[in-house]
Each structure stands twice: as C-alpha cells, then as structure tokens.
C-alpha cells in the first residue's frame, strides 16, 4: 500500500483515535479500563518512526481530551480542555519517545541469539516507562499525589499502560513492518506469513485459549471469587503452548486476541473489583509468552551451530573434532562385540599445483568431487570426515585391513578416473591404511595409517599402502 506521508500520520492519528475509544468503551468504571491500547501504539510509532512522530501522537493526545470532554460531558473550558490535553501530549510523547528511543538500536539488531536480551530491556524499559507515565499522569491530573490517589490511581494507570504496551505494541510493530517492509525489522523472527499455512490448527489452539479465558472469568464472577479469577494466570500455559507451534506473528496475535477478550468480558461483567487481577495478569502472560518466543529461536539455532560444528561446509563430510568424537565411539564398540575397525587417511597429490594452475575455486571443486566419488565405495556406516586442507579420513567399522585396502584402492581407482572441464587437469590421492587395536588409544592407529601415507607419498604417490607394505618396503625414514 503507497501513503503519502501525510497520509501515514493520518492514519497513525485516526488509529490512535480508534484504539483510544476502543478503550473508553472497554472500560469497566469510568477512567479505568484494564488495558490501554494507545500506549502499544504510541510505542510501536515512536520505535518504528522516531522523534518524526511526535507531533502526530500528541495531536492525537489533544484530540483525545477535548473527545473525551464530549464523552463524560464535563465542565471544562475549550482553554482548560487544550492545557490538560497538551500537558498529557508532552507527558505521553516524551516518555515513551525517549523509552522507545532506548530500544531502538537493540531492536534493529534483533536474532535468535539476542532476543533474551532484547525482551528483558523491552519489559524493563516498558515497566519503567508507563511508571513514570502513570505517575506523570496522576500528578497533572489530580492536586498532588496522596496515599489514595497513588494504590488507587496510578497502580492502575501503570497496569493498564504496561498492558498495553506489552501487549499489543509488537503486534502493532509487526503490521507497520508488514505495510513498510523496507525497515527491515524483525526478521530474524520471521514476521510473515507462516510457512505451513495450517489455519485451522491455530483456530482450534486460539478458540481453546478463549474458551478457557471466558470459563475462568465467567466463573469468577458468578461466584465473586478472587482465587478463581487467579486460575487467569495459568492461561500463560495455553498461550506459551502457541508460541512453541506457532510462528512469532501468530503467537503475538493471539496475546492481542487473550487482552481483547479480557478486557471485553471485564466490560460486559462490570467487575471492577476482579479487574486489577486480570490486569495483572495480562502483563504476566505477555512476559511469558516472550520469554518462550526466545526457546524456540535458540533451539533452531542451536541445532544449525550443531551442524555447522559436525560437517565442513565445503565437502559436506563430518568435521575433524566430530570424526574423532565419532570414532572414540566406534572403537568402544569394536572392543566391546570383538569387532574389526580398520582407518583410511586420504591425501590430493600435489594439490598446491592445482590451485596455483587452475585456481582456487577449482581446488575447491576438486575437493568436493574428491568427497563424492570417495562416498561411492562407502557404505551407510563408514565416516568419511575431512582433516582439513586436502586431507580425509575413513572410519570403516566390521572392517580388517585387508578389506580396507580393497576399499582404499578402489576409491584410488574412481578418483583418477575424474574428469574436469580443464582437459589438462587430472588428479589421483595416496591412501595410508591401518587396522585399529582395540586396546591401543586411536591415536596409535592414527599415527600408523599416516605414517604408510607418508611412505605412499614418497613412493612416488597415487597408491595405497599399509603397515605391513611400509615395513616390507623399508619406507620409513
Ligand atoms: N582450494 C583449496 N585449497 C586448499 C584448501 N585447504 C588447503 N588448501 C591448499 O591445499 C594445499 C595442500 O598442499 P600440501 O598438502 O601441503 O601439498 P601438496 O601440494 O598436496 O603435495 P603432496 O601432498 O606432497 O602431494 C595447500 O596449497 C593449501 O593452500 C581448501 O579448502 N581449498
């Protein structure tokens, strides 16, 4: 959708305007509603938009009062309405420009490893901010700032406030991304439509939460019963249950979803004295929910770390450290069921030579044409890992040297038969061979199938030789 931008701040006017009457009509005593929708807003702009929106949040601070003096039919002068409605406007605007100003360079840099800290600034800037704004707020409203205004006043401005916020000003941040793609915000947490577009599972796992939500609070008010209406706080459980199946957009819609439903219901019961509990609870499941959004995110990607650490990105053999790792656990295996294991070490001849007459990236294709052709004489349970440089190395379980070498030379054999696009470029390996001793560390069965590498090499290289060739041959040094 193109807005001029003009356009833009009307629309972010009008918005705020709605959500601002959205809350007068949600409220279950004059002044107090259990959430405050324009605050997310006014969050969401100020992260998104900066300091450029100022002037339009407090427009829309000014239109509120003067509104709002329509609403209540109250006494106040045109002159009083416009000192009251900019006194809130500068209150409203500066202190969440400036807590939003705070998050601004985290939330631009937002990743699955740093949404931990990313969330706990977001809940402790927002928890500070719509304090003091609460308090700002009571302070210009009411002759200073007793006992009684405070636990009853600002206690519920603060809730409602930090509700909103918590609440809703993700989901708001997310659909200006949607309309503004361009900031490219939030994409490490994938804010767009989800991959597998089962609708009707999340319509069951959201119809079940505001089932559960609506039986609560029915309860609780047919019964006027405080501990019943604190079963609201295991809502969090149905609620974290999305977040785990559900992509993050669908996760912090259904949180908007859980505050509408409450508050609606608080609105249609008018049950003033149980509304604090489920103010309360609303900024508790928000900060679950954004506690678990973060599990999911590190889960994936400590799972890509994993397999980043398990197999070189090149070849796509399994990594050095895992090789070993991998092959402690086979030897342990071998020793246990009598079993034979036998060791191949692989090195490219003169691969220096290729990469300085071809190129490296040719040197790299040959290394991962090497692993290929090498994976065909292999079967499911061999591993073939990459030492590093232009060296490889294969675990073969069930496996005497005999067969080893047979394995080796055949690998030998597929590897000189390669072809390139370069006619002039041919290439063959050597192959060091060993049988593993069970009862000896895997180093010494290293150390072995190197050492016949070695001798292969000075052979006059592209052959495969074992222990008992090298001693026959009298290679060693
Ligand atoms: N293209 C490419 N080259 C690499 C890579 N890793 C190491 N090399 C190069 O591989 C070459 C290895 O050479 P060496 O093993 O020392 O010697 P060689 O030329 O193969 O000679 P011999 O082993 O004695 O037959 C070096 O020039 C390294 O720079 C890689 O990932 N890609």
């Not at 407090?58 to 006494?75: F, G, M, R």
């Not at 957009?249 to 008018?270: K, M, N």
């Not at 002039?424 to 010494?444: M, N, R, W």
Request: glycine share 6%; aromatic share 12%.
């Amino acid at each position: 959708m193109k807005l001029s931008v003009v356009g833009k701040h009307l629309l972010l006017v009008f918005s705020w305007l709605a959500l601002w009457r959205l809350a007068v009509l949600m409220e279950y005593a004059p002044h107090a509603s259990i959430w405050f929708p324009p605050a997310g807003l006014t969050f969401a702009a100020f992260l998104l938009g900066g300091w450029r929106v100022i002037g339009t949040i407090s427009l829309a601070c000014i239109l509120s009062t003067i509104w709002e003096h329509h609403i209540y039919n109250d006494e106040r002068t045109l002159q009083h309405l416009l000192f009251s409605g900019t006194q809130f406007a500068l209150i409203h605007s500066f202190i969440y420009g400036i807590s939003a100003h705070l998050l601004r360079g985290v939330i631009n840099r937002i990743d699955s490893y740093n949404l931990y800290h990313v969330v706990m600034r977001f809940m402790t800037v927002a928890a500070i901010s719509s304090l003091c704004m609460a308090i700002g707020g009571v302070l210009t409203l009411y002759d200073g700032l007793t006992l009684d205004t405070l636990s009853q006043s600002v206690l519920g401005w603060w809730i409602g406030d930090l509700s909103g916020i918590l609440v809703l000003s993700p989901l708001f941040v997310a659909f200006m991304n949607r309309l503004y793609p361009k900031r490219g915000l939030l994409t490490a947490l994938q804010y767009s439509s989800p991959l597998h577009d089962k609708r009707w599972g999340y319509g069951i796992k959201l119809a079940f939460s505001t089932l559960l939500l609506t039986t609560v609070v029915t309860l609780a008010h047919l019964f006027n019963s405080p501990e019943i209406a604190c079963f609201v706080f295991f809502l969090a459980l149905p609620q974290m249950w999305i977040v785990y199946t559900e992509t993050p957009f669908r996760s912090i819609l259904s949180l908007a979803l859980y505050s509408v439903t409450t508050a609606a219901l608080v609105t249609l019961y008018g049950i003033d004295t149980l509304a604090f509990i489920y103010q309360v609870a609303l900024s508790v499941v928000a900060c679950c929910v954004y506690f678990v959004m973060g599990v999911p995110a590190l889960l994936s990607a400590n799972r890509e770390l994993h397999q980043k650490n398990q197999t070189d990105h090149l070849t796509g053999t399994v990594t050095r450290d895992y090789f070993f790792t991998l092959a402690e656990h086979q030897m342990k295996q071998a020793k246990r069921y009598r079993q034979a294991i036998s060791l191949i070490l692989i090195d490219v001849d003169k691969f220096k030579a290729v990469n300085d007459s071809f190129g490296h990236s040719t040197g790299d294709e040959v290394l991962r044409n090497i692993a290929l052709e090498v994976k065909e004489s292999l079967r499911e349970s061999d591993i073939l890992g990459r030492f590093g440089g232009d060296e490889f190395m294969v675990m073969l379980p069930q496996t005497n040297e005999d067969d080893a070498v047979a394995v080796a030379e055949q690998m030998r054999q597929r590897v000189e038969r390669l072809t390139f696009p370069h006619p002039a470029l041919t290439i063959t390996c050597s192959f060091g061979v060993s049988e593993l001793d069970p009862k000896k560390p895997f180093q010494h069965a290293f150390e072995l199938a190197d050492s016949s590498l070695l001798a292969a090499k000075r052979a006059g290289r592209n052959q495969t030789l074992r222990c008992r060739d090298v001693a026959s041959k009298s290679l060693y040094n």
